[in-house]
């Protein structure tokens, strides 16, 4: 059975030494990895790798582009641009719907008068002639 034995207020386990000199370590490189990442050079030099590998990157995505528009034109599927056409095509066709209905409505307020009451009351059944007293 092993027992802790302290000396001097410390532990006489020998990992405790090597977990808190890689903290330290750690910490140090954390702080001095925060003061690089911070400056303009860094960013700039960041900047121009992700230019750089975009540049190089570019040809092989338009190279797999071509390769799934032709395997999805060979499965009788749609493409991206397929489906944003006929979004684009949806979205007139539901404004001019719109735009039907409106002036249907408007039509509709000139030609409908507002129906007659089924009865009316006796008064109004009179009709008054020319001439009649």
Not at 61 to 66: L, P, Q, S, V
Not at 108 to 116: D, G
């Amino acid at each position: 059975m092993a027992e802790k034995q302290a000396t001097n207020g410390q532990s006489s386990d020998p990992a405790d030494s090597f977990r808190q000199l890689r903290d330290n370590y750690l910490d140090a490189w954390a702080k001095s990895m925060i003061d690089v990442v911070n400056t303009d050079a860094y960013a700039k030099a960041t900047g121009a790798l992700l230019d750089t590998c975009l540049g190089v990157s570019s040809p092989f995505r338009e190279t797999m582009e071509k390769a799934m528009l032709q395997t999805l034109a060979q499965l009788s599927m749609p493409s991206r641009a397929d489906i944003v056409s006929l979004a684009e095509r949806l979205t007139n066709l539901e404004l001019k719907i719109d735009d039907m209905d409106a002036k249907l409505d408007r039509i509709e307020k000139v030609f409908v008068r507002p129906a007659r009451p089924a009865w009316r009351p006796a008064a109004a059944r009179r009709v008054t002639r020319k001439g009649a007293k």
